[in-house]
């Protein structure tokens, strides 16, 4: 396989949208990525376009990428559609790092981009319902409280066996609010305090509103390239691709306490294929779609033992000046969660990092950051899981 | 249909509608128990619901034979959602429950307020075939529910 680089970024803002199209969304995620790497649109040989919900939510439910990428000033080269749930667009980052890697191609494209608000909410909750089992969804879920209570999270097992309060989990929220306040591209910007997140309205205990993430419009945008390639268009700071790790849910007996979860599988697989350790991440960027999950995260990624993700909360490890950041970017839940968009966002968040061009939010030296990106519910557990690391 | 005679006045009566077909046997009456209908793994005796041709535990194909589930389980976890989704009233429970002798499933609760302390982990609980919602048109769709096992056995 070849080294591969992250030689451009861009983003569309996350945030509620309702006089833009998909289509505008993308377009100036693509084009500030293709600025960013210092490219234009022929410069592109390949492009992997992840979307969720657009066949729902807009009716476009084939060749949505062909039609963005048209509109955005693309033709002829090869588009592949990627649907993921909200790992789709980790999941396209995938693809066109595998186009270079393998040798195919030079130059790739990966796209995330999501529309969720119209002036028709149900439409859009029924449509993220889709994003289950479909004949599960019939049963009655509620994503919230399904997500509480689900053998994967099983959140007051969890809380009553590492004495962990309502309380660890708002502080997840704060600091993300905190750091989200200081990110131009994040939907809720306001900061938030612990009082504000426990007492805001209960969705399914021990969730409260504020503790989970909010659908949302946007769009983000990744180029990879050899690093050959990119010293011709671009002389930033090269952010080479270590790994891009891809696992499906899997089968497990109810009794079966051993086998680990699918983000440590996934997580491991990603170390290993870096020759790195948890100890060597220096930034990351999680799947925080409740509060709760940045917890468990912490654990299932080793950036802690089992059980101690509340010492890391509570002594501020986490924070944007802590000895092991975790999302500067706000996360989802104050940049928004945008679900086909969310992982690229995650991606381009590390890349400024790494380069240092994080402005406010910037963390200290970065010179390895790893995102963690999980979509969808399939019998029980996520239906999909990635983990990409990122080197300077 | 095809003689219409125009306008009916009458509204269309309410009907009953299966959340889904091959989901669970429905009681016809006295002596004919409602249960799910899950398989069991002929080669390795893994227990799936709903029902698999493929057994996800050894993996061997064709050896799943369709059995009645027992209708008692224990609650894995369960918390009140205060949303729901379209058709579903708030506050419900939603539940994991541990099927004796069998899988760990998802499923609403019946026959209790929809409190935090309306039941405890490992409670017993049994299984009802009942409307979990209304449709678009007013159809109740009829699914499974398990309601805790009343003080002194038999409900």
Redesign the interface.
């Known amino acids: 396989m070849r080294d591969v680089v992250v030689v451009g970024v861009g983003m569309h803002p996350f945030g509620k949208f309702l006089d833009k199209s998909l289509k505008e969304l993308a377009r100036t995620a693509i084009w500030n990525a293709l600025k960013d790497a210092g490219m234009g649109p022929k410069d592109i040989q390949v492009a992997y376009i992840g979307n969720s919900l657009a066949g729902l939510i807009t009716g476009q439910e084939g060749v949505r990428g062909q039609t963005v990428m048209r509109d955005s000033g693309f033709s002829g080269i090869p588009v592949i559609n990627v649907e993921n749930a909200c790992a789709s667009a980790t999941t396209a980052f995938r693809g066109a790092w595998l186009e270079v890697a393998s040798g195919n191609a030079d130059v790739a494209l990966a796209v995330g981009m999501e529309k969720m608000f119209l002036n028709d909410t149900?439409k859009s909750?029924?449509a993220l319902?889709a994003d289950s089992e479909v004949?599960?969804?019939?049963?009655?879920?509620?994503f919230?409280?399904?997500y509480?209570?689900?053998?994967e999270y099983?959140l007051?097992?969890y809380m009553k066996d590492y004495n962990v309060t309502q309380e660890h989990f708002a502080k997840v929220t704060v600091k993300n609010s905190q750091n989200g306040s200081l990110n131009p591209y994040a939907q809720h910007r306001k900061p938030l305090t612990v009082q504000d997140v426990v007492n805001s309205?209960?969705?399914?205990?021990p969730l409260t509103l504020y503790m989970c993430s909010s659908m949302g419009d946007g769009a983000a945008a990744a180029i990879v390239c050899t690093p050959e390639v990119a010293r011709r268009f671009s002389s930033k700071p090269q952010v080479h691709v270590a790994a891009c790790a891809l696992r499906s849910g899997m089968?497990r007996?109810?009794d079966d306490t051993e086998t680990p979860s699918s983000v440590s599988l996934v997580s491991r697989q990603a170390y290993e294929k870096a020759g790195i350790g948890p100890e060597d991440v220096d930034v990351a960027e999680v799947h925080d779609a409740m509060a709760p999950a940045e917890l468990l995260i912490y654990e299932e990624l080793g950036f802690c033992k089992k059980g101690e993700a509340k010492r890391l909360i509570d002594e501020g490890v986490t924070s944007l000046h802590g000895a092991k950041p975790v999302n500067p970017s706000g996360g989802l839940a104050a940049k928004g969660h945008p679900v086909g968009a969310t992982g690229l966002a995650q991606i381009s968040e590390i890349v400024w990092q790494l380069r240092g061009e994080a402005g406010p939010r910037q963390v200290a030296n970065p010179k390895v950051g790893l995102t963690e990106n999980v979509g969808g519910v399939v019998d029980?557990e996520s239906a999909a899981f990635t983990t990409t690391i990122l080197k300077r | 249909m095809a003689n219409g005679t125009g306008n009916s006045p009458t509204p269309p009566a309410t009907k009953e509608v299966m959340?889904?077909e091959g989901l669970f046997h429905r009681s016809s009456g006295p002596g004919d128990k409602a249960y799910l209908i899950g398989s069991t793994c002929s080669a390795c005796g893994?227990v799936a619901f709903?029902k698999r041709v493929v057994c996800?535990?050894c993996v061997r194909e064709n050896t799943m034979k369709e059995t009645p589930l027992s209708t008692r389980a224990k609650v894995?976890?369960?918390?009140?959602?205060?949303?729901?989704?379209?058709g579903?009233t708030?506050p419900?429970l939603?539940?994991?429950v541990?099927v004796e002798k069998g899988?760990?499933i998802?499923?609403?609760i019946a026959g209790v307020e929809p409190t935090?302390d309306a039941l405890v982990?490992g409670q017993d609980v049994e299984l009802v075939i009942e409307k979990?919602?209304t449709d678009e048109v007013g159809n109740d769709?009829i699914?499974?529910k398990f309601r805790p096992v009343s003080k002194g056995g038999k409900s």
Not at chain 1, 135 to 142: D, H, N, R, V, W
Not at chain 2, 80 to 86: I, Q, T, Y
């Open positions: 149900s909750l029924q319902i004949e599960l969804a019939k049963m009655g879920i509620q919230t409280a399904y509480a209570i689900s053998p099983n007051k097992k309205r209960m969705i399914a205990y089968f007996r109810p029980g | 959340v889904l893994y709903p996800p535990a894995f976890s369960f918390t009140v959602a205060r949303v729901a989704p379209p579903f708030a419900y939603q539940s994991w541990d899988p760990r998802f499923s609403l935090d982990e979990i919602r769709i699914g499974y």
